[in-house]
């Protein structure tokens, strides 16, 4: 154990130990075994982070820098996030699990959210107004936010530090990036590329640590002014809860119960593709996993052959491996919420077509792909996000129907329509209470569309243009034109 790899807490340009000298271990899912080790921030820790960043903002080293100068260090990081993407995905592999040939394209593909906010940093503009008083020069400024929290979750953290990351910078902001206490070394790893680009030190901070002496004083600090959260309905909570503490302004990207929604003139190998890339995909490690699949009656058997043989072919084993389609899930609390929620289906009247157990494995990680045929849209596969593989497949009539099962989630984040009717594929999509519909296609983004839900899956949009405007504040100025002198305010015209 003590030859394993360690990681400290990066704040104000230096790398710290812990106040208190907590540290936790990451685990590696594939072999169950701990690999790395890291320091946890203590409430001491996160106030000297969020005193840097204060100090930072007000500071004329990032205060006065032009706007093109911040696109420029967001390109510069872009650069080496590319150089560094093998690397930086090996390590969240070994950390999570994921696949190295999804981790390392991935973070490739996440240089583009820099890029894509460097080249709007100079593009935030402000207005003159035509206002109707005389002599008065009116205008109006975006002005950064101020301090930002960022929390991202152990899945996808490089794709989802950066939907935060990226236009906070851009807009002038000073960001704490607070990675999961699970998992956290490409977060920790990611701050070395940070601390090469050359952002003054404070403008951001990556740490680390458990809910109390962490992400709670964190997020209710007197001097953070936005919280940009991702993660689950129930944390999300008290986030809130502590957002009331400082008025920070709140985005939440949360969880999802997907719908995907196949009709009876779908390409059912496509839909087939679809569903397997939106359930096995990361091992179903996705907040937009669509694991409420929604069959058209006619199709349901036809679709039903298609997946199973489709996933016969997958092969479970070692994430590094590139033969690999499935790795291990990053917990074992997984695994066994699978387990439960699986019991509870079958004892419902759902039926396992294939997989519903744990992978012949050397690591208790591992779950096989799994189908579930339910009966009824209560069936408990439905109803909770699981985290893992498991795809269930549930029957409808007509598109009424499908409709009305799409929206019956206190989800609504993503959601898929496979038909080849273009009139249906627009009418449905209008109709799906979620924020993203992919039509003939499943889990594609990008860094120039937004991304968010309705419902429980949280409020706010990251990525697209319009989410740097959401690190911004508009500032009126009123500059009196007149040569004379201001009148008697107590003198009414």
Partial sequence: MNNLPHYQLYIAGQWQAGATGQVMHSVNPADGQPWASFDCAAPEDVDRAVAAAKSALEGPEWRDMTQTARGKLLYRLADLIAQNAEHLGRIETTDSGKLASETMAQTGYVADYYRYYAGLADKIEGAVL????????????????????????????????ATKLAPALAAGCTVVLKASEIAPA????????????????????????????????????????????????????????????????????????????????????????????????????????????????????????????????????????????????????????????????????????????????ASPHYFQPTLVACNSPQVETLKTEMFGPVMSLLPFDTEEEAIALANDSDFGLGSGIFTTNLARAHRVSRRIRSGITWVNTYRAISPIAPFGGFNQSGYGREAGKEAILDYTRVKTTWINTSEAPMANPFVMR
């Avoid at 005389?134 to 101020?146: A, C, E, K, L, S």
Wanted: proline share 7%; glycine share 10%.
């Fill in 186 to 361: 490409p977060m920790i790893e990611f701050a070395r590329l940070i601390d090469q680009v050359g952002f003054p030190p404070g403008v951001v901070s990556v740490i680390t640590g458990d809910a109390e002496n962490c992400a709670v004083p964190l997020t209710r600090h007197k001097d953070v002014d936005r919280i940009a959260f991702t993660g689950g309905p129930e944390t999300a909570k008290h986030v809130i809860r502590n957002s009331a503490e400082n008025f920070a302004v709140t985005t939440l990207e949360l969880g999802g119960k997907s719908p995907i929604l196949v009709f009876d003139d779908a390409e059912i190998d496509a839909a087939a593709n679809g569903l397997i890339a939106g359930n096995f995909g990361a091992s179903g490690q996705s907040c937009v996993a669509g694991t409420r699949g929604l069959v058209h009656r006619p199709v349901m058997d036809r679709l039903i052959a298609a997946i199973t043989e489709k996933s016969s072919q997958l092969i479970v084993g070692d994430p590094h491996d590139p033969a690999t389609h499935l790795g291990p899930l990053c917990t074992v609390a997984q695994v066994e919420r699978i387990e439960d929620t699986l019991r509870k289906a079958t004892d419902q009247g759902a039926k396992i077509i294939f997989g519903g157990a744990r992978a012949d494995q």
């Fill in 130 to 161: 035509p206002i109707d008083k005389p002599d008065m020069h009116v205008y109006t400024q975006r002005m950064p936010i101020g301090v930002v929290a960022g929390i991202v979750p152990w899945n996808a953290q490089m794709f989802l530090a």
